[in-house]
């Protein structure tokens, strides 16, 4: 069972990025997919979330308009699309698969840095 995020690095103020979140192990089609993202000293915030299926999607207010989750069942990868970057998004994204009754399964992180 396992998540491994990738795709992050560092972009200037107004960059883009794109992080993949890869799942194997479990039946990623039955498990809603989520995106948080946590800074030294703070609590682990939730970015976005999709339903299993994709029909519902959430987001925090602070990425609404610049961020998109989606996901590929057929390739066990949900993805986030971030936009118009700030430095305030600088943080270690990490990538978690919930579904009911079972057990959350979390990613290792992979750390966003936006900054000139």
Known sequence: V????????LVQPGGSLRLSCAA????????????????????RELVAIITSAGDTINYA????????ISRDNAKNTVYLQMNSLKPEDT??????????????????GTQVTVSS
Do not use: H
Request: glycine content about 12%; proline content about 4%; charged content about 20%.
């Open 91 to 108: 943080a270690v994204y990490y990538c978690s698969a919930r579904r009911p009754y079972y057990v959350d399964i979390w990613g290792q």
């Open 61 to 68: 207010n602070s990425v609404k308009g610049r961020f998109t």
């Open 24 to 43: 194997s192990g479990f039946t990623f089609s039955r498990y809603a997919m989520s995106w948080y993202r946590q800074t030294p000293g703070k609590e």
């Open 2 to 9: 396992q998540l491994v995020e990738s795709g992050g690095g």
